[in-house]
């Protein structure tokens, strides 16, 4: 499978995002990247090679030997990096883990792809990449694939109107045991932290549409990432406020974001709340461990790290987050440092090992690509990746949403069952739930 690949990058005419929507729903495999703040939009479409990660493979190892191989099969000459094709996909949580997968389907274990055609569409201008195994008909592809995505209907696209989605929270009362129990061994000093995630379903009378679930995320949730892994197995989808990395040579950008919060209903109460954050000792102790943890893991890569002493607020509509970015400099070997920092304790927890075992032993769920690095990777070795989370897995006429909470010394199992339905909000009033719980926490 050595075949050379090539590909062409045209300018498009302004075209609207609705279009582009409309043209992935005809895609068995797609992808979606926006990073908050940034009006350029990824969408890809089609896969012209993939990559499934398999079980205890070392996943960004195989990622950095797949891309290689396929730079070496590139036979056009790179151009800047926004006329290059790239690798998108997610990682998996834990790729060790033996629990049961088969919800995830083959995404179980990450899966990664290039596209057929990338659209970039950043302010005015959009771009189509388009790759190709033959070198003669890539153009002719190019115009037929730029002339559908004009042509298509720019119909909006909508959720079906459903009747009251049925929540299913089985796994409730284990989880907030799994809470007392895994708080306990944290008080006996076993462990310092650790993150427990749970998962909620929720069914509908029609099959649910990603891409109009991903437009509403973006409308709702409109500082956060809106990310969409659309395939044949199920689509996975994320409003995550959360940067795992973005990079380029010399640079690596990242972020501790970690304690939580709810938001006000008045700007009072909000700054109130945000101040009540920013002195909580818990909350501080959380996203400190993931502070210290990412920037040594980055000093032991022999990068100069540089952020700022106090966190900052992270604001999203449910919920805010203590938050720090942090900037790296200095030489790197990129799939090694993405290896040494997933998960970070802001997922995983302190030791890591220690912690990822008792997410394996108390969690009633299988996190598949929730909590994983998603994001894509260009073959000049630029490219960014968020944190795989306020996601959902959907399936059909069912959505699997996920969430977790750090769990710490002082944390009380009702608070903690409080976050995580803060979290799960952003995609339930998507997906139209009417009866969102007002849940608060304080
Ligand atoms: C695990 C999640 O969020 C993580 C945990 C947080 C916390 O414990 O306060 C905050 C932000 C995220 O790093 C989630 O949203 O599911």
Redesign the pocket.
């Known amino acids: 499978m050595n075949q050379p690949i090539f590909y062409l990058r045209t300018e498009l005419p302004n075209i609207k995002l609705k279009k582009m929507l409309s043209l992935m729903t005809e895609w068995q495999t797609g992808f979606i990247f926006q990073a908050p703040s940034n009006n350029t939009i990824r969408l890809a479409y089609g896969a012209l090679a993939e990559r499934y990660f398999t079980k205890n493979e070392d996943q960004f190892d195989a990622l950095r030997s797949w891309q290689s191989d396929l730079k070496a099969q590139l036979a056009t000459p790179s151009s800047t990096s926004e006329g290059q094709p790239a690798l998108v996909g997610s990682f998996a949580f834990n790729p060790t883990s033996e629990k049961s997968n088969v919800f995830w389907g083959k995404l179980a274990q990450g899966y990664f792809f290039l596209p057929k055609y990338t659209v970039i569409k950043s302010g005015n201008s959009t771009a189509l990449i388009t790759c190709s195994f033959d070198a003669a008909t890539l153009e002719e592809e190019s115009k037929l694939f730029a002339q559908k995505l004009q042509r298509m209907p720019s119909c909006s696209l909508t959720l079906a109107e459903h009747a009251p989605l049925v929540k299913n929270d089985t796994t409730l009362d284990q989880w907030a045991a799994a809470v007392a129990a895994t708080t306990a061994k944290i008080q006996q000093h076993q462990l310092d932290k650790v ?1 427990l ?1 749970r998962s909620l379903e929720t069914n509908f009378n029609d099959v649910i549409e990603p891409l109009a679930v991903w437009r509403k995320l973006t409308l709702t949730q409109p500082q956060t990432y809106h990310i969409l892994l659309k395939t044949a197995w199920g689509s996975f989808i994320s409003a ?3 940067r795992f990395a973005k990079f380029q040579e010399h640079r690596f950008q990242t972020a501790a ?4 919060i709810r938001r006000g209903q008045t700007r009072t109460e909000d700054d109130c709340l945000g101040t009540q954050l920013l002195k909580d000792h818990k ?1 501080l102790q ?2 400190n461990y ?1 502070l210290q943890t990412i920037s040594n893991t980055l000093r032991k890569h022999g990068l100069t790290v540089r952020y700022s002493k106090h966190p900052q607020l992270l604001k999203n509509p449910n ?1 805010q ?2 938050y720090t970015p942090i900037m790296a400099n200095g030489s790197f070997e990129l799939f090694k440092v993405l290896h040494d920092l997933h998960p ?1 304790p ?2 995983g927890g302190l030791p890591r090992k220690k912690a990822l075992r008792q997410i394996e032993q108390v969690e009633p769920v299988t996190r598949g690509l ?2 994983s690095p998603l994001g894509y990777f260009q073959f000049d070795g630029t490219g960014e990746l968020a ?1 795989g ?3 959902a897995l959907l399936t059909g006429s069912s959505a699997h949403l ?6 710490v010394s002082e944390s009380i199992p009702q608070q ?1 069952v409080a ?2 339905q803060l ?1 799960f909000r952003p995609l339930l009033h998507v997906l139209g739930d009417q009866n969102e719980e007002h849940t608060d926490i304080d």
Do not use: C, D, M, Y
């Not at 974001?257 to 939580?260: E, F, K, L, R, W």
């Open positions: 993150v995630a995550t406020p959360e974001v970690a304690g939580t909350n959380e996203q993931v919920v987050h203590l970070t802001a997922l929730f909590g944190v989370i306020r996601s996920f969430a977790g909470a750090g769990i903690e976050e995580t979290k």
